[in-house]
């Protein structure tokens, strides 16, 4: 089974008034919706738009595998376990926030910043929290995250160039840019699909594509979740 999840569909949040515009593709903060609150382990994907000197101040995470994915500018990341980083354009970042880590997310560059961030439940909860950037990930390295029984597959694809989406439990293909054909629909920037059960897949760029797919292989325990405080909880 595929489901399509079009950029247009997504929930706007964020608070405009201090360049922050956030999409997202499950429920999150104060938009709630009970049949749409994960995807096997996954339990959020947000597209953040920071503008300059705009960011996320200091909170707090516990129970969650925090992957994210530079599109443009520069991304500034400070935690309460002493890492001060910035993570640039292909680059992963990991945060396993494990039984509790604070930390801030900020554009301190003068460009707008574009990320995403995806939320994974662990298949275990607590632990010592832990931090991972990859430089650069290379389209035939997958960045393994076995907290999570999952892994990320970064695809760049020239135009008509053809890969195969994983054979397992679950799939799940967001489109970074350009133009992917998967099973008979179009895929564009910011475009979804949650695949459940499918074999021999294989997505084909109608135009330049870079791609992140998750291969979700190993069945997630549903009391495990986040805490998050920044913006605001789920009612």
Known sequence: ?????????????????????????????????????????ILACNEERLAPGAGFDEHPHSHTEIVTWVVEGELTHRDSAGHATVVRAGDVQHLSSAAGVRHVERNDGDIPLTFLQMWLAPLEPGGEPSYTTVPGIADSTPYALPEAGAMLHVRRLAAGERTAVPDAARAYVHVIGGEVRLDGETLGPGDAARITGAVGLELVAEAPAQVLVWELSVAAREDVGPTWSAPSTHP
């Open 1 to 41: 089974m595929i489901s399509v999840q079009r950029a247009d569909d997504r929930y706007t949040g964020g608070d405009e008034a201090a360049g922050i515009l956030s999409r997202h593709a499950f429920s999150f903060g104060s938009f709630y919706d009970p049949d749409n609150l994960r995807f096997g382990a």
